[in-house]
Protein backbone atom coordinates (compact mmCIF):
# COMPACT_ATOMS: atom_id res chain seq x y z
CA UNK A 1 0.00 0.00 0.00
CA UNK A 2 1.59 3.59 -1.17
CA UNK A 3 1.06 5.97 1.74
CA UNK A 4 0.90 9.68 0.84
CA UNK A 5 4.18 11.76 1.45
CA UNK A 6 4.24 15.51 1.61
CA UNK A 7 8.20 15.38 -0.68
CA UNK A 8 6.89 15.82 -3.90
CA UNK A 9 10.77 15.26 -4.97
CA UNK A 10 10.34 11.82 -4.04
CA UNK A 11 6.72 11.08 -5.35
CA UNK A 12 5.94 9.94 -8.89
CA UNK A 13 5.19 13.24 -9.66
CA UNK A 14 8.99 14.71 -8.78
CA UNK A 15 10.71 11.99 -10.35
CA UNK A 16 8.52 12.30 -13.94
CA UNK A 17 9.48 16.57 -13.52
CA UNK A 18 12.98 15.05 -12.78
CA UNK A 19 12.39 12.85 -16.71
CA UNK A 20 11.07 15.98 -18.27
CA UNK A 21 14.00 17.99 -17.36
CA UNK A 22 16.47 15.47 -18.59
CA UNK A 23 14.77 15.45 -21.53
CA UNK A 24 14.79 19.22 -21.61
CA UNK A 25 18.13 18.73 -21.28
CA UNK A 26 18.82 16.15 -24.17
CA UNK A 27 17.18 18.93 -26.58
CA UNK A 28 19.72 21.35 -25.76
CA UNK A 29 22.45 19.22 -25.98
CA UNK A 30 20.96 18.85 -29.42
CA UNK A 31 20.34 22.34 -30.66
CA UNK A 32 23.94 22.96 -29.03
CA UNK A 33 25.24 20.19 -31.55
CA UNK A 34 23.13 21.65 -34.43
CA UNK A 35 23.99 25.43 -33.54
CA UNK A 36 27.89 23.90 -33.77
CA UNK A 37 27.73 21.79 -37.05
CA UNK A 38 25.54 25.15 -38.38
CA UNK A 39 28.90 27.65 -37.71
CA UNK A 40 31.56 25.06 -38.35
CA UNK A 41 29.49 24.51 -41.91
CA UNK A 42 28.82 28.45 -42.54
CA UNK A 43 32.53 29.15 -41.33
CA UNK A 44 34.53 26.40 -43.61
CA UNK A 45 32.77 25.42 -46.49
CA UNK A 46 30.06 28.22 -46.67
CA UNK A 47 26.97 26.35 -46.00
CA UNK A 48 25.15 26.20 -43.17
CA UNK A 49 22.46 23.99 -41.51
CA UNK A 50 19.10 25.19 -43.88
CA UNK A 51 16.66 25.89 -40.84
CA UNK A 52 19.40 26.24 -37.96
CA UNK A 53 17.38 29.05 -36.50
CA UNK A 54 14.06 27.12 -36.90
CA UNK A 55 15.04 24.40 -34.71
CA UNK A 56 16.68 26.50 -32.18
CA UNK A 57 13.59 28.23 -32.32
CA UNK A 58 11.22 25.22 -31.41
CA UNK A 59 13.84 23.09 -29.37
CA UNK A 60 14.30 26.31 -26.71
CA UNK A 61 10.46 26.39 -26.43
CA UNK A 62 9.98 22.54 -25.93
CA UNK A 63 13.20 22.75 -23.39
CA UNK A 64 11.95 25.61 -21.49
CA UNK A 65 8.43 23.98 -21.23
CA UNK A 66 10.39 20.30 -19.99
CA UNK A 67 12.36 22.40 -17.37
CA UNK A 68 9.37 24.34 -15.63
CA UNK A 69 7.65 21.19 -13.28
CA UNK A 70 10.88 20.72 -12.10
CA UNK A 71 11.40 24.26 -11.28
CA UNK A 72 8.36 24.14 -9.50
CA UNK A 73 8.73 21.05 -8.03
CA UNK A 74 12.42 22.12 -6.39
CA UNK A 75 11.05 25.85 -5.54
CA UNK A 76 13.22 26.80 -8.31
CA UNK A 77 11.53 30.30 -9.13
CA UNK A 78 12.17 33.41 -8.40
CA UNK A 79 11.13 35.07 -4.65
CA UNK A 80 11.40 38.68 -4.14
CA UNK A 81 11.26 38.74 -0.19
CA UNK A 82 12.42 42.33 -0.29
CA UNK A 83 8.60 43.16 1.77
CA UNK A 84 8.47 39.24 3.63
CA UNK A 85 12.26 39.29 5.16
CA UNK A 86 10.56 39.48 8.74
CA UNK A 87 7.21 38.49 8.18
CA UNK A 88 5.64 35.62 10.49
CA UNK A 89 6.06 32.05 9.61
CA UNK A 90 1.93 31.77 9.33
CA UNK A 91 1.86 35.24 6.99
CA UNK A 92 4.70 33.54 4.82
CA UNK A 93 2.96 29.80 4.75
CA UNK A 94 0.03 31.69 3.90
CA UNK A 95 1.62 33.66 1.07
CA UNK A 96 3.15 30.62 0.04
CA UNK A 97 -0.41 28.67 -0.21
CA UNK A 98 -1.39 31.36 -2.39
CA UNK A 99 1.27 31.53 -4.56
CA UNK A 100 0.59 27.43 -5.32
CA UNK A 101 -3.17 27.96 -5.97
CA UNK A 102 -2.49 31.01 -8.15
CA UNK A 103 0.47 28.98 -9.98
CA UNK A 104 -2.08 25.60 -9.99
CA UNK A 105 -4.91 27.03 -11.78
CA UNK A 106 -2.52 29.31 -14.21
CA UNK A 107 -0.58 26.01 -15.38
CA UNK A 108 -4.19 24.76 -15.92
CA UNK A 109 -5.13 27.53 -17.90
CA UNK A 110 -2.36 27.84 -19.65
CA UNK A 111 -2.15 24.25 -20.59
CA UNK A 112 -6.21 24.66 -21.59
CA UNK A 113 -5.13 27.42 -23.99
CA UNK A 114 -2.13 26.25 -25.63
CA UNK A 115 -4.47 22.85 -26.12
CA UNK A 116 -6.74 25.15 -28.20
CA UNK A 117 -3.60 26.74 -29.58
CA UNK A 118 -2.36 23.73 -30.55
CA UNK A 119 -5.63 21.99 -32.22
CA UNK A 120 -5.56 25.45 -34.10
CA UNK A 121 -1.81 25.12 -35.65
CA UNK A 122 -2.99 21.62 -36.73
CA UNK A 123 -5.89 22.80 -38.70
CA UNK A 124 -4.47 25.02 -39.97
CA UNK A 125 -1.61 22.88 -40.91
CA UNK A 126 0.59 25.75 -39.62
CA UNK A 127 4.39 25.15 -40.70
CA UNK A 128 7.77 26.62 -40.10
CA UNK A 129 8.76 28.53 -43.02
CA UNK A 130 12.35 26.75 -44.43
CA UNK A 131 11.70 23.33 -43.13
CA UNK A 132 7.77 23.18 -42.87
CA UNK A 133 8.01 21.47 -39.48
CA UNK A 134 4.58 21.62 -38.56
CA UNK A 135 4.63 23.74 -35.52
CA UNK A 136 1.87 22.19 -33.37
CA UNK A 137 4.28 19.60 -31.81
CA UNK A 138 5.59 22.04 -29.60
CA UNK A 139 2.22 22.79 -28.40
CA UNK A 140 1.96 18.88 -27.26
CA UNK A 141 5.46 19.11 -25.51
CA UNK A 142 4.03 22.65 -23.73
CA UNK A 143 0.41 21.36 -22.67
CA UNK A 144 1.76 18.23 -21.07
CA UNK A 145 4.52 20.27 -19.28
CA UNK A 146 2.20 22.35 -18.07
CA UNK A 147 -0.27 20.04 -17.37
CA UNK A 148 2.37 18.25 -15.18
CA UNK A 149 2.98 21.91 -13.07
CA UNK A 150 -0.62 21.73 -12.58
CA UNK A 151 -0.86 18.52 -11.01
CA UNK A 152 2.44 18.92 -9.22
CA UNK A 153 0.64 22.36 -7.91
CA UNK A 154 -2.34 20.37 -6.36
CA UNK A 155 -0.59 17.72 -5.26
CA UNK A 156 1.43 20.67 -2.59
CA UNK A 157 -1.26 21.76 -2.28
CA UNK A 158 -2.98 18.59 -1.03
CA UNK A 159 0.42 17.49 1.15
CA UNK A 160 -0.32 21.09 2.94
CA UNK A 161 -3.80 20.45 3.76
CA UNK A 162 -3.60 17.02 4.85
CA UNK A 163 -0.66 18.29 7.68
CA UNK A 164 2.73 18.91 5.34
CA UNK A 165 4.69 21.54 5.18
CA UNK A 166 4.51 24.03 2.50
CA UNK A 167 8.48 23.38 1.76
Not at 26 to 33: D, E, N, P, R, Y
Not at 41 to 61: C, F, K, N, P, W
Not at 113 to 118: N, P
Request: proline residues 1%; charged residues 15%; hydrophobic residues 50%.
Amino acid sequence: MTVFSADIQRSFLGRLSKIFALTGGFVMLGIAAVTVASIIGRTTVGQSIEGDYEITEMGLAMAVFLFLPVCYVRNGHVIVDLFTAHCKKSTLRTLDITADIVFTVTAFVFAYQMSLSGLEAKDYLEQSMLLELPTWWTFIVGVTSMTLCGLCGLYKLFAVFLGGANE
